[in-house]
């Protein structure tokens, strides 16, 4: 039987734990809670424990539960934490690694996985403050779910509603299934994410609208199957994905170098948006009132083909192409172009740069595959998943 240990925090979506905690129990989790004091307001004690048929825990300071560690106790006795509703609050202070009651004391000493589903109003969502706890917990392994869309209990409508108890539960099965087998164990993969940035003065750049989702999850999904990751990022504010090796650059020259000093490698992933062209950049910053100023564009190292034509080129060498019309038919001819393996193009016309999904087409020899949209995070676990194949196949 697994043991679900569930925080239940200070949110008015906590009257749905009470739902959450009877479908674990119908499905044969035993289920024990933690209650912040806030949660208090919103849920009674009395109606976890009666439904989870066990004691509810509410404080760091039972002489009793103490005495034999109780905080140490309930992590060592659980297979996975689950915080829901996780209040904005809560997750501020597990960012933090505070430790100042029994729900953040408990996570902070707990070496078992944490799975947390948000609840709180659009605007508290949608802070930065929230967005960088969520990108930093899930740098540090904690999976976050994310929140509904919908009416509010605050009548505002938005992100920001605990997702409903069986998604809750279907995460909770998820995230206890047996990890993926090690399969890229041994491989070192290269990966590039992320825009450039070409300056033109020291204040002023060229870029692109690269956001980097795409290519640090590929990066996190291929460390997860046990590969050795290097991630050359262009200037990006991601968190680094845990157990990524990440080496920073600026424009495309400087990534390129990067790339050649990472090699060897057995695959290389190249989704960075590099820059074409850069400017020969003024040493000083340009001023309004002189003549207006003539960009003249040089081209840019391209880094796929070099690796391409490399001795050290990778036994796998994948590029990316964003394309805004006919994606198909330009991958196709990149593919041949560049002698890459395979390219995986997406079709940037619409909200993919930044956004939290992605439909992509995958071109190898063998022809062209066209996946269903998904989570950018679902892409990069099917594209790991290929990259392996193709390795074993291969070796
Ligand atoms: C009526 C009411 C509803 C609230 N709902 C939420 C909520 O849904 N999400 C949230 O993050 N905070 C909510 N708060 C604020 C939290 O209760 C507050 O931040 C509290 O300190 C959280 O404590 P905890 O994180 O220890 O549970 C609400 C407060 C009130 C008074």
Same mark, same amino acid.
């Given at each position: 039987?697994?043991?679900?240990?569930?925080?239940?925090g200070g949110g008015i979506a906590a009257y749905k734990?009470?739902?959450?905690?009877?479908?674990?129990?119908?499905?044969?989790?035993?289920?024990?809670?933690?209650?912040?004091?806030?949660?208090?307001h919103f849920v009674?004690?009395?109606?976890?424990?009666?439904?989870?048929?066990?004691?509810?825990?509410?404080?760091?300071?039972?002489?009793?539960?103490?005495?034999?560690?109780?905080?140490?106790?309930? %992590?060592?006795?659980?297979?996975?934490?689950?915080? #829901?509703p /996780?209040t +904005?609050? !809560?997750? $501020? @202070?597990? &960012?933090?690694?505070?430790?100042?009651?029994?729900?953040?004391?408990?996570?902070?000493?707990?070496?078992?996985?944490?799975?947390?589903?948000?609840a709180m109003n659009?605007?508290?969502?949608?802070?930065?403050?929230?967005?960088?706890?969520?990108?930093?917990?899930?740098?540090?392994?904690?999976?976050?779910?994310?929140?509904?869309?919908?009416?509010m209990a605050c009548?505002?409508?938005?992100?920001g509603r605990l997702?409903?108890?069986?998604?809750?539960?279907?995460?909770?099965?998820?995230?206890?299934?047996?990890?993926?087998?090690?399969?890229?164990?041994?491989?070192?993969?290269?990966?590039?994410?992320?825009?450039?940035?070409?300056?033109?003065?020291?204040?002023?750049?060229?870029?692109?609208? %690269?956001?980097?989702?795409?290519?640090?999850?590929? #990066?996190? /999904?291929? +460390?997860? !199957?046990? $590969? @050795?990751? &290097?991630?050359?990022?262009?200037?990006?504010?991601?968190?680094?994905?845990?157990?990524?090796?990440?080496?920073?650059?600026?424009?495309?020259?400087?990534?390129?170098?990067?790339?050649?000093?990472?090699?060897?490698?057995?695959?290389?992933?190249?989704?960075?948006?590099?820059?074409?062209?850069?400017?020969?950049?003024?040493?000083?910053?340009?001023?309004?009132?002189?003549?207006?100023?003539?960009?003249?564009?040089?081209?840019?190292?391209?880094?796929?083909?070099?690796?391409?034509?490399?001795?050290?080129?990778?036994?796998?060498?994948?590029?990316?192409?964003?394309?805004?019309?006919?994606?198909?038919?330009?991958?196709?001819?990149?593919?041949?172009?560049?002698?890459?393996?395979?390219?995986?193009?997406?079709?940037?016309?619409?909200?993919?740069?930044?956004? /939290?999904?992605?439909?992509?087409?995958?071109?190898?020899?063998?022809?062209?595959?066209?996946?269903?949209?998904?989570?950018?995070?679902?892409?990069?676990?099917?594209?790991?998943?290929?990259?392996?194949?193709?390795?074993?196949?291969?070796?």
């Amino acid at each position: 039987m697994k043991r679900i240990l569930l925080i239940v925090g200070g949110g008015i979506a906590a009257y749905k734990a009470a739902e959450l905690i009877r479908l674990l129990k119908t499905r044969g989790y035993a289920v024990r809670c933690v209650m912040t004091e806030a949660a208090h307001h919103f849920v009674t004690p009395m109606t976890l424990a009666a439904l989870s048929e066990d004691k509810v825990y509410t404080t760091l300071w039972d002489l009793k539960d103490e005495a034999e560690m109780g905080h140490i106790q309930l %992590s060592r006795e659980a297979d996975l934490i689950v915080v #829901a509703p /996780a209040t +904005a609050d !809560l997750m $501020a @202070r597990m &960012t933090a690694g505070l430790a100042n009651d029994l729900a953040t004391t408990l996570l902070l000493a707990t070496d078992k996985p944490v799975l947390v589903a948000p609840a709180m109003n659009v605007r508290m969502w949608g802070h930065a403050a929230t967005a960088r706890n969520v990108a930093q917990l899930r740098a540090d392994g904690v999976t976050v779910m994310t929140p509904d869309e919908g009416i509010m209990a605050c009548g505002e409508y938005g992100p920001g509603r605990l997702p409903e108890p069986p998604a809750i539960v279907a995460a909770i099965e998820a995230t206890l299934a047996p990890a993926p087998p090690k399969r890229l164990a041994g491989r070192h993969v290269l990966v590039t994410a992320g825009p450039t940035h070409e300056p033109i003065d020291p204040v002023r750049y060229i870029a692109n609208r %690269s956001s980097g989702k795409q290519g640090f999850a590929i #990066a996190a /999904a291929l +460390a997860r !199957l046990g $590969a @050795r990751v &290097t991630l050359v990022a262009g200037p990006v504010m991601l968190p680094t994905p845990h157990g990524v090796d990440r080496i920073d650059v600026e424009t495309a020259r400087e990534m390129a170098d990067a790339v050649d000093r990472v090699l060897p490698a057995d695959a290389a992933v190249m989704v960075a948006a590099v820059a074409d062209w850069h400017v020969e950049p003024s040493q000083q910053k340009i001023k309004k009132g002189d003549a207006t100023p003539t960009l003249t564009l040089a081209e840019n190292p391209d880094i796929l083909a070099t690796l391409a034509r490399s001795p050290h080129r990778p036994r796998l060498l994948i590029g990316f192409a964003a394309e805004t019309e006919r994606v198909i038919e330009h991958a196709v001819a990149k593919r041949v172009r560049k002698t890459a393996d395979w390219i995986v193009a997406n079709d940037v016309s619409g909200d993919v740069m930044g956004g /939290a999904d992605n439909s992509v087409h995958l071109v190898t020899e063998a022809g062209v595959e066209s996946w269903e949209r998904l989570p950018k995070d679902a892409v990069a676990a099917r594209l790991a998943e290929r990259i392996a194949d193709a390795l074993e196949a291969a070796s």
